[in-house]
């Protein structure tokens, strides 16, 4: 178990998530497995496939992008203006998120419910077609809250995922 108020995403066999997106709807992320060397598989019921989650010192990685590639996603020690890259296939196609750290240490407000805390993550979406980078004027802001883990996700298409109760321990 990965917990504390200094971790962005707490890691725990048992965890579970609830968000509610624009239309009413919800989904849970959970996490049904706790492996060794801080390896924790999580399900998302909304894609009903489960997805490797792994803490290596302050950073967290996945293969939620791309089955069986492990890719940083998050950190604890952000900083604003901090980036990196998450390289992954979809649909025979090659992808490529840049992700920016645009905020932290903010406060945050979901569904009733104000996090402090909170980092704000958002990235950039892009397709490598020909060996050109191609922008496709797509962004989602991924919101952070420290002890919490995913409280907001939100695009540049008014789309928005927000926290609607968590079970941590």
Do not use: H
Not at 17 to 30: A, I, K, L, P, R
Not at 62 to 84: A, C, I, P, R
Not at 120 to 149: C, D, H, R, V, W
Request: hydrophobic content about 35%.
């Amino acid at each position: 178990m990965l917990t504390g108020n200094d971790v962005y995403y707490p890691l725990g066999e048992g965890f579970v998530w609830t968000y509610q997106m624009n239309d009413g709807s919800s989904y849970t992320n959970t996490i049904a497995e706790a492996q060794e060397n801080a390896v924790f598989i999580m399900r998302n019921s909304m894609m009903n496939k489960n997805q490797q989650v792994k803490k290596e010192g302050t950073t967290y990685l996945t293969d939620s992008y791309e089955e069986g590639t492990m890719q940083m996603f998050l950190k604890d020690d952000l900083s604003v203006g901090n980036t990196w890259e998450i390289k992954f296939k979809a649909n025979g196609l090659d992808n490529l998120l840049i992700m920016t750290v645009k905020e932290v240490g903010s406060q945050k407000e979901v569904n009733g419910t104000t996090y402090p805390e909170v980092a704000l993550i958002e990235a950039e979406s892009k397709l490598l077609m020909n060996g050109n980078l191609m922008p496709l004027n797509f962004f989602t802001q991924y919101y952070y809250a420290k002890g919490i883990g995913l409280v907001l996700t939100t695009t540049s298409m008014g789309d928005a995922q927000g926290l609607s109760d968590c079970q941590l321990g």
